[in-house]
């Protein structure tokens, strides 16, 4: 990440840190709704997107936000194995449209979501409306 130059094209680079970003929010929007590290890993995953909609060229200004989101997502997914296994697809999702790119800012949430309480079930949902 930190030898990427500023504004070189990344779409796989993009992708891969989607996935790892996006599996960590999946999880923690499960166990921990609205919680600091959830909208951490929320943030991270919109910027990615976001850099990705916008051409796939590699914003270094994100690599800080990135190394912590990457960092939080391990910590969740070695802590809850099971739980990574049923959010997988969702995040294998996000990389693909990135990889693909089709990816729409409108495939993460806005911060509009911390104005609700998380729906019951809504990890399995999203999980499942990925795999489709």
């Given at each position: ?14 992708a891969l ?49 990135i190394e ?65």
């Amino acid at each position: 990440m930190y030898m990427t130059p500023h504004g070189e094209a990344a779409r796989d680079q993009l992708a891969l840190m989607g996935f790892y970003v996006g599996w960590g929010l999946a999880m923690a929007s499960e166990i921990e709704f609205g919680s600091a590290r959830m909208k951490q890993l929320h943030g991270t995953l919109r910027g990615i997107v976001q850099a990705a909609h916008a051409g796939a060229r590699w914003d270094a200004a994100l690599t800080p936000a990135i190394e912590r989101s990457l960092h939080l997502a391990e910590k969740l997914l070695i802590d809850n194995a099971r739980l990574a296994l049923r959010m997988q697809p969702w995040a294998e999702g996000i990389e693909l449209r990135i990889k693909n790119g089709t990816v729409q800012l409108s495939d993460v949430a806005g911060p509009e979501i911390y104005n609700a309480s998380q729906p019951e079930g809504h990890a399995q949902d999203v999980a499942e409306e990925a795999a489709a």
